[in-house]
């Protein structure tokens, strides 16, 4: 690959949503996004700036150690960060990576944010990046997370037992899902599908 991805990460953009990558500055418009609830799965709860700012230093960290891409998700219309996501684990000799550590604003949930945000990361990781794989995972009790990963056509692999041990003391079962490359061209289109519904 000619340009290092993680020196100089890629912006993903579509005429509703655009994905920058993250950086510091970015923590108070993130904490202004931020609800408690969006945490209730995750493995920390996030509610002080200075919280946010540790999450999102540490987010950075990953990327400066070239095994992630973590991006703000900019809401076009309104020209504000209403959330992030993430690609990591990334492994471009084996041509795998993660998506996840994603959240919206409450008043961006199960809207056209989450299925642009998807589309435009997997279009990246498939068509520019040449991946074969790419991994989600969810707390097995995260129903709705659940639902959405399996309307975008991802396949269930099966449950990691006792995969992580949330800030709380909460130790989570995690539903593991993939796309494969030859699975993305009917992904691609039933993205494309539901979008023209908006």
């Not at 099966?158 to 699975?183: F, W």
């Amino acid at each position: 690959m000619k340009t290092n991805i993680f020196h100089s990460p890629p912006t993903l953009e579509n005429e509703k949503i655009k994905m920058i990558p993250l950086e510091a500055q970015h923590a108070g418009d993130l904490l202004k996004a931020n609800d408690s609830e969006i945490w209730r799965f995750m493995l920390s709860e996030i509610t002080t700036l200075e919280q946010m700012e540790h999450w999102v230093t540490a987010a950075i960290g990953l990327r400066e150690q070239e095994i992630a891409l973590p991006f703000s998700v900019i809401l076009k219309k309104e020209n504000k960060i209403i959330g992030s996501t993430r690609l990591f684990q990334i492994d471009l000799s084996h041509k795998s990576c993660e998506l996840g550590s994603t959240w919206y604003s409450k008043d961006h949930q199960r809207s056209f944010v989450n299925s642009n945000c998807k589309y435009l990361i997997l279009q990246y990781c498939f068509e520019v990046l040449g991946m074969v794989r790419v991994q989600l995972k969810t707390d097995e009790r995260n129903l709705r997370s659940q639902k959405a990963i399996e309307r975008m056509g991802a396949v269930k692999e099966g449950v990691l037992r006792k995969e992580r041990i949330l800030s709380g003391g909460y130790v989570r079962n995690a539903v593991v899902y993939s796309i494969i490359d030859e699975e993305w061209p009917a992904i691609k289109e039933g993205f494309v599908l539901r979008d023209s519904k908006y």
